[in-house]
């Protein structure tokens, strides 16, 4: 298995659970889907796959070893909102480099242009940032990528260049990838698996370790 979430539960608060039991598991090669009401906890869950939150019980693990508690997590996290995932201080140029150095073919293929490097982040659209957001997530140590709502700000041609961009790289690389997103017909095109959010508390979509 290469990313298995195992009986999380996890609430912001005590008395009230997100999370309840969930268990998921993503074998080499997959593309899965995640899909589900809004306010079910698909994002909590997708912080908890990259390590940005804790459970509060149970584990996850990325090719059977939890992930790394410091240092450059193989799972990466390119959240809806890139503005919320970016450092408002630092110029573009400094939040890409912190977590590798892409050369300029690659930020060409990504649309970024050059003269965006010296802005800061609320000199940008969303759209923009956001390119910045999958470029970083994107370094060579990354090894898995979760897409939470990772296009839902950008208009349907940008949506299709940078779903067509990503799978490419994914491919090439031998990357994963969950997907959140509320559209089923995004779902089925990328990804070779579905997984409803209400089916994950009861272990579907989820096999044994022994995989
Ligand atoms: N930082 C937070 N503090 C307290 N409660 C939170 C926090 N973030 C999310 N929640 C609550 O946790 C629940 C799950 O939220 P989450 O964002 O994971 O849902 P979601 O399925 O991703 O929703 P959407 O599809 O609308 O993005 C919601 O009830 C939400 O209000």
Redesign the pocket.
């Known amino acids: 298995m290469l990313l298995e979430a195992k009986d999380i539960c996890f609430g912001?608060?005590k008395n009230n659970m997100?999370l309840k039991d969930i268990n998921l598991g993503i074998k080499p090669g997959e593309r899965v889907a995640l899909i589900?009401?809004?306010?079910?906890?698909?994002?909590?869950?997708s912080q908890i796959l990259a390590g940005y939150l804790t459970p509060s019980s149970g584990s996850v693990l990325f090719e059977g070893k939890p992930l790394p508690k410091e240092g450059y997590c193989p799972v990466q996290l390119i959240y809806?909102h890139p503005e919320k995932a970016i450092n408002p201080r630092w110029k573009l140029q400094k939040t890409l480099n912190e977590a590798w150095e892409p050369d300029e073919t690659f930020l060409a293929e990504m649309g970024i242009e050059k003269q965006w490097l010296t802005r800061y982040p609320n000199e940008l659209s969303g759209g923009e940032l956001q390119r910045f957001c999958v470029a970083r997530a994107l370094g060579p140590q990354t090894q898995f990528v979760i897409a939470?709502?990772m296009t839902t700000m950008l208009d349907v041609i940008t949506q299709a260049q940078m779903w067509r961009l990503m799978l490419t790289i994914l491919e090439k690389r031998g990357l994963g990838l969950l997907v959140?997103t509320?559209s089923l017909e995004l779902a089925e095109q990328i990804c070779s698996r579905v997984i409803k959010?209400e089916e994950l508390g009861t272990n579907h979509g989820f096999t044994s370790v022994v995989d």
């Open positions: 912001y608060t997100v589900g009401p809004s306010g079910c906890g698909k994002s909590t869950l809806q939470d709502e959140v509320h959010f």
